[in-house]
C-alpha cells in the first residue's frame, strides 16, 4: 500500500551520532502512526520508537534521552535522531508504517564501533 525508502545509515564512532530518514511514496501520516525498529544479528526485531498520528511519540527504555522521532509531512519523510550511540545500537533499522496504509522499508545498516 505504500513504499517506505530509508535512508542514513552507516559507521559511527560510540558516542557519535546519525539521523535516518525514512520517505513514504505517499502521504499517510495522518492515518498511519510511523515506527523505527531494528534487528540486530540472531535477535528479534525491536520497536525502538513510534509517532502517532496525532503526534503522540513513544520511545523504548534503551533509548529514551537518546534518540528523537519526528516527521515532516510536506516531505513525507519521518526522521530518526540518535545520539551518543552505543555498540549495542548496532542493527539493521526498519521503518514502519501501521494504519490505513500499512508496509516496511528495506532497512538501513546501524554500525557503532566501540
Known amino acids: 500500500q505504500v513504499q517506505l525508502v530509508e535512508s542514513g545509515g552507516g559507521l559511527v564512532q560510540s558516542g557519535g551520532s546519525l539521523r535516518l530518514s525514512c520517505v513514504a511514496s505517499?502521504?499517510?501520516?495522518?492515518?498511519?502512526?510511523m515506527g523505527w525498529y531494528r534487528q540486530a544479528p540472531g535477535k528479534q526485531r525491536e520497536l525502538v520508537a513510534r509517532?502517532?498520528?496525532?503526534?503522540?511519540?513513544y520511545y523504548a527504555d534503551s533509548v529514551k534521552g537518546r534518540f528523537s522521532i519526528s516527521r515532516d509531512n510536506a516531505k513525507n519523510t519521518v526522521y530518526l535522531q540518535m545520539n551518543s550511540l552505543k555498540p549495542e545500537d548496532t542493527a539493521v533499522y526498519y521503518c514502519?508504517?501501521?494504519?490505513?496504509?500499512?508496509?516496511w522499508g528495506q532497512g538501513t545498516q546501524v554500525t557503532v564501533s566501540s
Open positions: 514502519n508504517a501501521d494504519g490505513r496504509y500499512t508496509g
Open positions: 505517499r502521504s499517510i501520516f495522518v492515518v498511519s502512526a
Open positions: 509517532i502517532l498520528s496525532g503526534g503522540t511519540t
